[in-house]
């Protein structure tokens, strides 16, 4: 492995500030007895089997375990259902009248739902879906903005055993149609509309570009968020119902939740790759649901009094695990914010964690790297002192981001666990266990109790400490993928082939140092993290060649500061095409527009032509070296190298 696309992890490694776990924390922590982690490593099958403990099952399993290398099946025969143990089992105790779900609006309003309301509501919309016409292991689709519906319909989903697939409300019709398609979707649950720093995000309108192109779906709900006043939709006779008017039409108010397989299917969830296409990473319903309970529980030290607050959307897989499913499995409070972390003001988060009393807060590192942008007064105009613990996930978080943090949000007492995972792993892997760990700022820490983590070499071998390499996963945990969906060889190309059926490859290198603690670099496929979010340079790349103008197009990522990556274009425009200023936003437009706004490139660098070798392969790390500013890498394959400094002087004059 040759780059470090970081390009700082050779600095982390000096770190010295260490941060051990308060004693007052430690003696209340849910996990502070260090045995675990041997307890896990000597039997992990016991370990997790004790720990499925955790869920109400209908059926207990007969085997914990069932590895057939790549495939893996956990809690074999077992049966239970998600929505029963995220909210049945909680309303025949005393948290019937707690409150399940905080929601908040962007523009103030708010929703919260105890135990009670959300079992109300949950059977209620099962039993719309049955009216609907969905049945168990039809598909589902979702693109609704962070109303309260969205876990509502999800958890009903859970119930009949539809799984569902949530497309994030920043994507585009098309990338909502290639979704919906991919699963075969037969209903598409979505809303007039959601708030976005004031502002109106056009769901339907989107929704109905993408229908346009999927011949799967036969109904679609529409909820009412903005109001047809404000904001009126088309309604197509016989396929778009109201949420409120299908809502309306279900007689009753129970609907017995399907005793389900372990192994059976619970959501798909599309993410990005090296390739065009975006993979449908499939989770299922017992071993997942353990491994988002247990890690909820431990590594945020989540309790019954508390009110946990993770800024994700649904989405994304953060919001899968980490709002919804962990938190409820276990009984907790969730909040949930529909709109934009500075809207009406800077300050929103800190105001929500006031008026709110929140005590675990978990975000990520692009986040923090805004509200210190946005200067300490934001925080320091708020009394945070509920705040006990805090979180980040989704990127690197430099050592002085983590600093940051832990003082102006946290106050310096609380501890900060930074949680490597992926939405293959369903649930948080790397990570500390806040009343176990010694912190050390800008590391995720080491392996949760029956993780293996690994780094290794180009040949699979395990590399001595401070050497990079693959970060790998030696052995299956329960809320692993099962597959990608339709695709089970991509599956096993992807991520279980390079070092042989029995090793994870998770796509990102990493480094331990001298304690064991790991370091996580970043990406070293073709895979960009820009704020957090997964982006496939080919996706960008084939949105960009789809214009008109665009011969051929080349897209890297670029060190930036607020969002970790930022996304450089390096374009050819096709013969007699003039490389404008114009045509450089007509271009970020357009890719906003194919993909979603996510995925509007920072920059476009035009150039007459792209340094290949001579096998006519791309060479990116040129152009990350051209764009950082670097010395250029080894030129000595490439057909022209002439090329390239033909795009060091454009890319110079553009600064
Ligand atoms: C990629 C997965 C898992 C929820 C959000 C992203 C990066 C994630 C960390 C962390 C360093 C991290 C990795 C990973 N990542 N958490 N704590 N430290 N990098 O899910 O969209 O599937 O992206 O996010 O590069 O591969 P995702």
Redesign the pocket.
């Known amino acids: 492995m040759s780059t470090d696309p970081m390009g700082t992890i050779t600095g982390l490694l000096t770190e010295t500030r260490r941060y051990p776990p308060p004693e007052d924390f430690a003696a209340q922590a849910n996990i502070n007895d260090p045995a675990v982690y041997e307890r896990a490593r000597k039997d992990p099958e016991g370990f997790w089997a004790e720990a499925a403990e955790l869920l109400d099952w209908d059926q207990r399993w007969e085997k914990v375990l069932d590895w057939n290398p790549p495939w893996v099946k956990w809690f074999v025969g077992g049966k239970l259902n998600v929505s029963y143990n995220c909210v049945d089992r909680h309303i025949k105790t005393w948290r019937r009248n707690k409150a399940a779900l905080v929601w908040e609006g962007e523009p103030g309003d708010e929703r919260i739902l105890t135990y009670q309301d959300l079992y109300r509501e949950v059977n209620r919309a099962a039993l719309m879906l049955k009216n609907l016409g969905v049945q168990t292991g039809d598909r589902v689709a979702i693109y609704l903005p962070m109303i309260p519906e969205l876990p509502i319909i999800m958890l009903a989903c859970s119930r009949i055993g539809a799984p569902h697939s949530v497309v994030f409300g920043g994507f585009s019709p098309n990338a909502l149609a290639d979704r919906i398609n991919d699963c075969e979707a037969k209903v598409l649950i979505t809303a007039d509309g959601g708030y976005r720093r004031g502002g109106i995000v056009p769901l339907k309108e989107n929704a109905d570009k993408a229908l346009e192109q999927t011949p799967s779906v036969e109904r679609v709900v529409v909820v009412e968020r903005v109001g047809r006043d404000k904001h009126p939709v088309q309604m197509r006779e016989g396929r778009d119902i109201w949420w409120h008017d299908a809502m309306a039409q279900v007689s009753g108010n129970y609907c017995p939740p399907e005793s389900l397989d372990s192994e059976h299917p619970l959501f798909i969830l599309y ?1 990005s790759g090296t390739t065009g296409k975006p993979k449908g990473v499939l989770h299922t319903t017992g071993g997942y649901l353990l491994g988002v309970a247990l890690t909820t529980k431990w590594v945020f030290d989540l309790k019954d009094e508390d009110v946990y607050f993770c800024t ?1 959307d649904i989405g ?3 919001g899968h695990s980490y709002i919804l499913y962990g938190p409820l499995a276990i009984g907790a409070t969730s909040v949930m914010y529909e709109g934009a972390p500075d809207w009406p003001d800077k300050d929103r988060f800190w105001d929500i964690v006031e008026r709110r009393g929140v005590n675990i807060f978990y975000t ?1 590192p692009t986040a923090i790297r805004s509200f210190m942008r946005w200067g300490p007064e934001y925080p320091a105009k708020h009394d945070l002192s509920s705040l006990r613990l805090l979180g ?6 430099n050592p002085e981001a983590w600093v940051w943090y832990r003082e102006h949000i946290g106050g310096g007492r609380c501890p900060v666990v ?8 369903g649930m948080i892997l ?1 990570t500390p266990l806040p009343g176990l760990t010694t912190l050390t700022p800008g590391s ?1 820490t080491r392996g949760f109790p029956g993780i293996e983590p690994d780094i290794v070499d180009e040949q699979g071998n395990s590399v001595p400490r401070g050497q990079g390499g693959y970060l790998v996963i030696k052995r299956p945990w329960p809320a692993m993928f099962r597959t990608l969906w339709g695709d089970p060889d991509r599956y096993v190309n992807s991520y279980f082939s390079k070092f042989g059926p029995t090793v994870y490859v ?3 290198g990493a480094k331990q140092d001298e304690d064991g603690d790991f370091w ?1 670099m ?2 070293l496929d073709d ?1 960009l ?1 820009v704020s ?3 982006l496939g340079t080919m996706e960008l790349e084939s949105a960009l060649v789809s214009h008109p103008a665009v011969a051929e197009a080349a897209v890297i990522g670029v060190s930036h500061e607020i969002k970790g990556q930022a996304i450089a274009a390096f374009v050819t425009p096709r013969a007699g095409v003039e490389p404008t200023d114009e045509l450089a936003r007509e271009l970020r437009q357009h890719v906003a527009e194919t993909i979603g706004p996510i995925a509007r490139p920072d920059r476009i660098y035009f150039t007459a032509e792209l340094p290949k070798t001579r096998s006519a392969k791309i060479m990116r790390r040129l152009l990350r070296d051209i764009a950082e500013g670097r010395v250029l890498g080894d030129t000595t394959t490439l057909t022209d190298p002439s090329v390239l400094e033909e795009i060091k002087q454009r890319y110079a004059a553009s600064e």
């Open positions: 993410t994700a994304w897989v953060t990520a980040t996930v989704g990127e690197p978080i930074d949680t490597w995972w992926q939405t293959e792993t790397i995720a998770s796509g990102d996580i970043g990406r895979v993290n957090g979010h997964r």
